[in-house]
């Protein structure tokens, strides 16, 4: 089973408004990232929270790391079209360098015009 | 600074055969991870490589194999193709790890007939 668990699946929103997802993971963490995926290509990272840290923001992106609960939460406010992609974060299992990347089932994100 | 490059973008091959693809890293970064990412499995990992030693490998069978040159260029090899091996593999580079921000190319999609 994945380690991390995205919800929801898939979001629609209108261009403007804030869209939200959740993923939840099993095991301890040094520090959890979230990438985005436009349509079959590669990932662009976006941003990487560390495991003693409560919130970040970069940009438009706020993210946001709950420990106790082993969930995260990313936030896109002022939605663009641009936006529309699939969305995953990924954590590591262990906390070397070398540690393995598991990364979440994702969340299809569309931003209707 | 060039990106991650992965070659061939698209491949087409037979159930028995075999395969080799490439990865050229962003100038620098010595670390390069594997993943497979399919409709069913979502992003697997496959191993990573630093400065040409295999420092961690995901849940694959021995048919998946890889390696790094001094260069920090790595392949990676699948052998005796089945059906289910049809996939988007994607390489990513980074300084110190997956553990960090990861350079993701833009993927190979391999079509097993």
């Known amino acids: 089973s994945q380690q991390g668990e995205e919800d929801p699946q898939a979001l629609s929103i209108q261009e403007g408004e804030n869209a939200t997802m959740n993923c939840s993971y099993k095991?301890?963490?040094?520090?959890l990232q979230w990438y985005r995926q436009n349509s079959g290509r590669g990932l662009v990272h976006l941003i990487l929270i560390r495991s003693n840290e409560r919130e970040k923001h970069s940009g438009r992106l706020r993210v946001t790391l709950d420990t106790s609960k082993k969930s995260s939460s990313l936030l896109i406010t002022a939605s663009r079209a641009a936006d529309t992609a699939s969305y995953f974060c990924a954590t590591a299992v262990g906390y070397s360098s070398a540690s393995k990347i598991i990364f979440g089932s994702g969340t299809r994100l569309s931003i209707r015009p | 600074k060039a990106g991650v490059t992965q070659t061939p973008r698209y491949l087409i091959k037979t159930r028995g055969q075999q395969v080799t693809l490439s990865c050229s890293p962003i100038s620098g970064h010595r670390s390069v991870s594997w993943y497979q990412q399919t409709p069913g499995q979502g992003l697997q990992f496959l191993f990573e490589y630093f400065s040409e030693t295999q420092r961690n490998k995901g849940n694959f069978p021995g048919r998946f194999s890889g390696r790094q040159f001094s260069n920090s260029r790595s392949e990676m090899n699948v052998s005796t193709l089945e059906l289910g091996d049809s996939a988007l593999y994607l390489c990513?580079?980074?300084?110190?790890?997956?553990?960090?921000?990861?350079?993701f190319g833009p993927g190979t999609r391999l079509t097993v007939l």
């Open positions: 095991t301890s963490i040094n520090n």
């Open positions: 990513a580079s980074s300084t110190l790890g997956p553990n960090n921000e990861q350079f």
